[in-house]
């Protein structure tokens, strides 16, 4: 018998937002669910110009960001980038970034290497400007 793991990232995945306190954001880490050993992958679905509050960096994962739908804003240090549906985004692990959705949301894929169990990740709270 073949060796896979087969889910669905939404419906099979917890929404771990809520026990965060992240109202208008969903985000499934499928990582461990998945069973992977090198790599990660998580789905996120943001509500109309919802910001997540902070950003993060990471001293080793490289992480992919895909636009399934809908449109999104990453900063990327101090560089806003724009990214409309399939467009494709790679930031490498010290980069700061963090995203916002556009008017109509989005629904993202990211993928992550190596698997750091996010050990590697630093928050960065004040990671925006004021408005």
């Known amino acids: 018998m073949a060796d896979y793991t087969h889910l669905n990232l939404r419906d099979d995945v917890e929404d771990l937002a809520p026990k965060h306190g992240l109202e208008g954001l969903e985000s499934h880490f499928a990582r461990n669910p998945l ?3 090198k790599s990660g992958v998580s789905y996120y679905k943001l509500e109309p110009n ?3 509050p902070f950003g993060h960096t990471h001293s080793e994962q490289e992480e992919i960001y895909v636009v399934l739908s ?6 990327v240090d ?4 724009e990214l409309k549906r399939l467009d ?5 692990g010290p980069v700061a970034r963090g995203m916002e959705s556009g008017p109509e949301g989005a629904e993202l894929l ?10 590697d990740a630093e928050m ?3 990671f925006w400007p004021s408005s």
């Open 70 to 75: 809908g449109s999104a804003a990453f900063k």
């Open 50 to 52: 919802f910001r997540l």
């Open 124 to 126: 960065q709270q004040d």
């Open 35 to 37: 069973g992977l050993e």
């Open 88 to 92: 494709a985004l790679r930031v490498p």
């Open 78 to 81: 101090d560089e806003i980038v």
């Open 110 to 119: 990211a993928f992550g290497a190596p698997n750091t169990d996010n050990k």
